[in-house]
C-alpha cells in the first residue's frame, strides 16, 4: 500500500554535498515517523537519523551529527536528507523507512521497527 522512492543519489567528492529525497505514497504520510538508514557492502544496515511526524524533533546517529539534516514536507508527503562534508566512510546504499505506528514501538534507531522502506539510492564518496 505505501510505496518509498528515493532520489537524489549519485557520486560526490569527499567534503562535498548531496540531498537524498525520499517521496511518500498510498499512505498518510504526516502520521508517520521518517528514517534514514544505510548499508555499506559488508556491512549491516545502519541507522543515520529520523524526524518525527510535525519534523519537530530529529534525532541522528553520531556518526553524522553537525553534518547531516533531516527534513520533511508533509504537503508534498517527502522526506530529506541533507548531506554536507561528506566523508568515504558515507558512502553506502542509503535507505528511507516509514513507522507507520502499527507495531506499537517507538525505538526509531532500530531498523525493525520501521513498515515500509524505500528500495535505496547509491552514494559514492570519492577520495
Known amino acids: 500500500q505505501v510505496q518509498l522512492v528515493e532520489s537524489g543519489g549519485g557520486l560526490v567528492q569527499a567534503g562535498g554535498s548531496l540531498r537524498l529525497s525520499c517521496a511518500a505514497s498510498g499512505g498518510t504520510f504526516s502520521s508517520y515517523v521518517m528514517g534514514w538508514f544505510r548499508q555499506a557492502p559488508g556491512k549491516e544496515r545502519a541507522f543515520v537519523g529520523f524526524i518525527m511526524r510535525r519534523g519537530g524533533i530529529t534525532y541522528y546517529a553520531d556518526s553524522v551529527k553537525g553534518r547531516f539534516t533531516i527534513s520533511r514536507d508533509n504537503a508534498k508527503n517527502t522526506v530529506y536528507l541533507q548531506m554536507n562534508s561528506l566523508k568515504p566512510e558515507d558512502a553506502a546504499v542509503y535507505y528511507c523507512?516509514?513507522?507507520?505506528?502499527?507495531?506499537?514501538?517507538?525505538?526509531?534507531?532500530?531498523?525493525?521497527?520501521?513498515?515500509?522502506w524505500g528500495q535505496g539510492t547509491q552514494v559514492t564518496v570519492s577520495s
Open positions: 523507512a516509514a513507522d507507520s505506528g502499527i507495531g506499537g514501538s517507538s525505538r526509531y534507531t532500530r531498523a525493525d521497527v520501521y513498515d515500509y
